[in-house]
């Protein structure tokens, strides 16, 4: 599970996109939902019996940081047309 908090200097757009990728979260009951879907090349692997739910859980929080990671990066490149205005409050 991650537990890094969302950096508060990202706009809101992007707030939100990394908080919903932060709140994505591995089913055990289902372990084929991947992020990325049917065209992950990690599906295959996903569904290797060999591989234990706690290794699935894990490479599936994998995943979710390098989104997260990804969201950040493009915030704070400045040029995502993604990015909306941040209130006065939020920029101060």
Same mark, same amino acid.
């Given at each position: ?12 757009? &992007? ?5 919903? /990728?932060?709140?994505?979260?591995? #089913? /055990? &009951?289902?372990?084929?939902? /991947? ?7 990690? =599906?295959?692997?996903?569904? #290797?019996? =060999?591989?234990?739910?706690?290794? =699935? ?15 950040? =990066? ?19």
């Amino acid at each position: 599970m991650l537990t890094e908090p969302i950096p508060p200097d990202l706009c809101p757009a &992007h707030q939100e996109i990394a908080l919903k /990728w932060k709140n994505n979260h591995y #089913d /055990w &009951h289902d372990p084929s939902e /991947w992020p990325g879907g049917m065209s992950s090349t990690f =599906r295959t692997f996903l569904m #290797d019996f =060999r591989t234990s739910h706690k290794e =699935r859980a894990k490479q599936f929080d994998e995943k979710n940081q390098q989104q997260i990671n990804a969201t950040i =990066r493009t915030c704070r490149s400045g040029r995502s047309p993604q990015c909306t205005p941040r209130s006065a409050d939020a920029a101060a």
